[in-house]
């Protein structure tokens, strides 16, 4: 292990993700390498198709890296079975998609408890009902997702994603789904909510101007970060 993976929450090295297909292998990740501070706030932008979501699934331990290193919140994931990536998951990482994921024969109290009480936290309800007041939803504890409009479903998303306290948020696309206006008032939640846990955030986004809200943006194309695909080329250049 390097020591920048050591000093990392996040540090990924040399990750490849191959998938099979009838035409033959395919390589979605290819020899990715990524480091991220405690605290830090990345973005990560590209064209569809590029890798991204791959790379944060990967992250979150909810896909398996096909070769290479892959260790978060001080865990290395090589060995670890389902069963304790979940309990890892759960404890450290808070995950916020752009389809919000909310179980609809629940209400918003109950889908954020729902991640606690598996935890087997004390007073999981108070601490969600904590969780939905920091997004400004406690009028609509008892409201199923149906009843709810896209920014309040994803507000109920992010107080499920944040309310154990996580180390590591990662988001992909988290306004995708909703109106420009709505999109950016979830956003300003989700970071101010990250500053106030100090928590380390990947955010996966096409947008811009999102993106430079972040200390650190990187791109990717083709499976690798364009840097990482300059080093290549150089490479075969000089072969």
Known sequence: MTQ???TSAIALEDVYVTLPSRAGAVEI???????????EAVAIVGPSGSGK??????????ERASAGSVEVAGQNFTGLDEDELAQLRAGNIGIVFQ??????????????????????APHPFNAARSALGDVNLLDR??????????????????ARALSAGPKI??????TGNLDSRTGVQVMDLLFDL????????????HDEKLAKRCGRV??????????????????????
């Open 4 to 6: 920048d993976a050591a």
């Open 29 to 39: 990740l290819r020899g990715v390498n990524l480091h991220v501070g405690q605290g």
């Open 53 to 62: 979501t791959t790379l944060l699934m990967v992250t979150a331990g909810l």
């Open 99 to 120: 389809s919000f994921h909310l179980v609809p024969t629940m209400t918003a109290l109950e889908n954020v408890a729902l991640p606690l009480e598996f935890l087997d």
């Open 141 to 158: 504890l008892d409201h199923y997702p149906a009843q709810l409009s896209g920014g309040e479903q994803q507000r109920v998303a992010l």
């Open 169 to 174: 948020i990662l988001a992909d696309e988290p």
């Open 194 to 205: 990250r500053e106030r846990y100090g928590a380390t955030l990947i955010l996966i986004t």
């Open 218 to 239: 990187l791109r990717m194309n083709d499976g690798k970060f364009d840097k990482e695909n300059a080093a290549r080329k150089s490479a075969k250049a000089s072969v």
